[in-house]
């Protein structure tokens, strides 16, 4: 039985579209083109690799057979600067907007520049959009908007105070969305990721997320943290389930979801403690001395919310969204990348 993603496909396929993904040079990001190319799209990046890589391109134009490419047009540059983004969405009939700093730790140390990106940096690219008439805007909207609401699962219409100044932005992202479709008719749909995972997660440098760390760490023999008891739960999502958002986001006819925000999850919890033990056995297929590997466990960092569990039924109801691999699924896909990593 078909799902409405892949009939999504096969009318992308058929009559291909004009996209600008920003932040295409980075993890969500170049996923996102590999897929676009994938169905002939003619997709634009626009990335300033502060914190993307070009080789992240590179592995996905390459994950597609020539012959059955669209194109791909790069272009170096900042979202703070707002001539650059009426540059890029020139013409441009879909607009997926994933270029931010990430991180609770870096907008913790450095909350200037998040805004600056991420909010700033965000604005114009919404102006761009509504003045270069593209038909629809998605953003990327992060879990860490809900803040301190204690209600699990967590649902789109119920969200507490933030507790970092990245989760204000991201959250000022969907202010502004809100307000751009009120007095602009700019249609605008966001998606409130909650900790993708997968493939290019750049496991380098001091604010890596915790997967492509502990693999990494596993992988070399080195030291593995978890931060706090390790019974802190996330809802970890696989980078396959946030593409499969953004197209049904960018395509769906249906009015009622336009000018909404999402939950991109699986809806299942899982805790450090039990995500150690799964990146272990993976690991251990390629590497069996770190079966015997255990964390070392540090403090709680500032910032972190305790639990964290999506209620996707929105995406469900209203874009067609139906997850295509749990943790335990997306482990195993990028164990693969990351063992390829060490050979």
């Known amino acids: 039985m078909q799902t409405t993603y892949d009939h999504v496909c096969e009318d992308l396929r058929a009559a291909p579209r004009r996209w600008l993904v920003t932040g295409g040079a980075g993890f969500i990001g170049s996923h996102l083109v590999q897929k676009l190319l994938s169905l002939r799209q ?3 990046v626009l990335d300033d690799l502060s914190t993307g890589h070009l080789s992240n391109l590179d592995d996905a134009t390459k994950s597609v057979r020539e012959d059955l490419r669209g194109t791909l047009t790069f272009i170096k540059g900042d979202i703070r600067d707002l001539a650059t983004c009426l540059r890029a969405c020139a013409g441009v009939d879909l607009v997926l907007h994933q270029a931010a700093l990430g991180s609770v730790p870096r907008s913790l140390k450095d909350p200037r520049t998040s805004h600056d990106v991420n909010v700033t940096g965000a604005m114009n690219v919404f102006l761009a959009a509504r003045d270069s008439g593209a038909r629809r805007l998605v953003y990327a909207s992060s879990s860490s908007v809900y803040g301190d609401h204690p209600a699990l699962p967590k649902v789109e219409d119920q969200v507490g105070k933030q507790l ?4 204000v932005t ?7 969305a809100h307000v751009f479709g009120q007095a602009y008719g700019l249609e605008l749909i966001g998606l409130r990721y909650f900790n ?10 001091p604010y ?3 997967m492509p ?5 596993l992988l070399s023999g080195t030291e593995v943290v978890i931060n706090g008891d390790g019974e802190t739960t996330r809802d970890f999502c696989y980078v396959a389930n946030a593409v499969q958002a953004n197209l049904l986001a960018a395509t769906t006819s249906d009015r009622e979801a336009v000018g909404r925000t999402y939950n991109v999850a699986c809806g299942a919890q899982t805790s450090l403690n039990t995500l150690f033990e799964l990146i272990r056995t993976e690991v251990a297929r390629v590497r069996p001395e770190a079966a015997n590997a255990s964390p070392a466990y540090k403090p709680f960092r ?3 919310i305790r639990h964290s569990l999506a209620n996707v039924d929105r995406a469900r109801a209203l874009l067609g969204y139906v997850p295509t ?3 335990a699924a997306g482990l195993r896909e990028a164990a693969a990348w990351y063992a390829s990593l060490r050979a």
């Open 325 to 327: 691999h749990d943790v």
């Open 213 to 217: 760390q502990w693999f990494a760490g």
């Open 196 to 205: 993708v995972f997968g493939p290019r997660q750049d496991p380098n440098g």
């Open 164 to 167: 970092s100044p990245y989760a």
């Open 42 to 44: 003619d997709v634009i």
């Open 302 to 304: 500032p910032g972190d």
């Open 170 to 176: 991201k959250y000022a992202n969907e202010l502004y």
């Open 208 to 210: 890596a997320a915790v």
